[in-house]
């Protein structure tokens, strides 16, 4: 019944962002157009504007509602997200690199240089957070990571700075932004989420065997390296891909699995599949509620989730114990 009723609300959300925006188009002209694509103003609209940003809006906010649970599954820190580890600063900056040095670069591109930074970024937030010691602990994973996040921020920056073109450009989606979606950037991401979803989803037996501990998740037949390996990659495709899109989206990776723990419990069979759910919800209502309050214009779902995620963070935090994290 839950997961019905999430796909519902997804369905309503979605229904939402093809209705809603600086132009007012009245619902049955939305399903007119939908259904007979005229060439009209307000087919255009719909089909070159709505329709791409609310496909991307459910695959990025899928992928990083999926990655946000993986993270927390993987390093047993209820804090953890890809924002705060790093991973989506990590992608940001490697597309700004790549924008500034090869302007011209195609989508494909922006794509693999995200995915490696995502990947470089993850690799040095976990050798910091160990610290020399046999594991990463939260409280390291957590400090690594916003330091990492700190150093990446300042160094797209500079970037930016030094190139008026490349902020020009560069400047909405650095907030993280749906407003400038395109058909062709949700045929290109879309394939790279699908896939990593999958393996992610796959990945919920042996990581809730882990959730055990190490001795127990090998008792029960399962490689503690091999699953953390295999979870980073997909932690890090699923980042790269959403980030390449729409930019670097904070806080759904962090909400999302928490709200759905309240739902499901911490079975990860069910929480996985529910936060892929639950965060596109979270991802096109910020967005819409973004283009209402800043009428003529709209604030970015960047923005929004921001606004909403920093409360929910400190509450976090001072609901646990330090010596908890």
């Not at 996040?149 to 300042?154: F, M, T, Y």
């Not at 992610?200 to 809730?208: D, I």
């Not at 001072?318 to 908890?324: E, F």
């Amino acid at each position: 019944m839950v997961l019905a009723g999430l796909v519902v609300l997804l369905a309503g959300v979605a229904v939402l962002s093809l209705v809603v925006g600086a132009k007012s188009i009245a619902p049955g002209e939305v399903w007119r157009v939908l259904l007979h694509r005229d060439g009209s103003d307000d087919a255009f609209v719909i089909w070159d504007r709505r329709v791409p940003r609310t496909l991307l809006g459910v695959a990025a906010g899928a992928a990083l509602g999926l990655a946000g649970a993986l993270m927390q599954a993987l390093s047993r820190n209820p804090l953890a997200d890809p924002g705060l580890l790093g991973v989506n600063s990590g992608a940001a900056a490697a597309v700004v690199t790549t924008g500034t040095l090869l302007p011209s670069a195609g989508g494909v591109v922006n794509i693999m240089f995200a995915f490696a930074g995502a990947g470089l970024a993850t690799t040095v937030v976990y050798a910091l957070g160990r610290g020399g010691a046999r594991r990463a602990t939260p409280v390291r994973l957590v400090l690594a990571g916003m330091a990492t996040s700190a150093v990446l921020v300042s160094f797209t920056a500079a970037l930016t700075l030094l190139d008026d073109d490349s902020a020009n450009s560069l400047r909405f989606w650095l907030v993280g932004s749906l407003a400038a979606a395109k058909a062709d950037e949700v045929a290109l991401v879309t394939p790279f989420i699908v896939v990593a979803a999958v393996a992610g989803v796959a990945l919920s037996a042996r990581l809730n065997a882990l959730a055990l501990g190490d001795e127990a998740g090998r008792a029960l037949g399962v490689h503690p390296g091999r699953v953390r390996a295999v979870t980073l990659v997909v932690v890090t495709i699923l980042c790269g891909a959403a980030t390449a899109a729409i930019g670097p989206i904070t806080f759904v990776g962090l909400m999302v699995p928490h709200a759905v723990r309240l739902l499901t419990g911490p079975d990860l069979r069910w929480l996985l599949p529910f936060s892929m759910l639950l965060a596109p919800v979270v991802l096109l209502a910020s967005d819409v509620l973004g283009r209402v309050v800043a009428r003529p214009g709209e604030l970015e779902a960047g923005v929004v989730t921001a606004f909403v995620g920093a409360p929910l963070f400190i509450m976090l935090v001072r609901r646990r114990k330090m010596a908890d994290l």
